[in-house]
């Protein structure tokens, strides 16, 4: 008897064993994959791969995530704002091959963070305090710190120092 009951397990076994099989063959070839979460820091690049199928991508918030389609499948993920969205991979003929959502979470090193009332600034102190502009920083402190840098940005570009001030 305890033969026949384990014949009866094994049999059950490989029957179930065989339509996992058949429900993975028939997912895979609809393209069609249920994606794991991308997580990615805002101000953060994520590189992912997908199929070398992909033809489109389709962001369903830019404001939150960019992505970017290189050769071979690699999709480059940009946090750009904090929250979730999803991306959407299609094929030529329009199939949708994956679609994954896009977690972007606040920045992972250590911060301090200046409330002047209701203005904030934000700074990495490693080793050193330097302004970084984030999210939600105040106007006044994001242009300022934004003008500094395209100052020194156009200066490289163009040999005429590193944008300071020349007395």
Known sequence: ?????LQTVMRWSLQAVSAV????????????????????????AKLI????????????NPLIADVALQPGGVVVVTG?????????????????????IIQVKGPTEELVTVYRGVERETYTCQPICQRRVTLGDGAGYFKSTMDQADTWSSNAASGGGTGGKSN
């Open 21 to 44: 099989a058949i429900v993975w063959t028939v997912l895979g070839t609809s393209g069609v994959q249920a994606g794991e979460t991308v997580t990615v820091n805002v101000d953060q």
């Open 1 to 5: 008897m305890p033969f026949r009951v």
């Open 49 to 60: 791969k997908l199929t070398g199928r992909v033809a489109t991508l389709v962001v369903g």
């Open 80 to 100: 750009k704002g904090y929250g979730a969205t999803n991306v959407i991979a299609m094929d030529r003929s329009g199939e949708v091959l994956e679609d994954r």
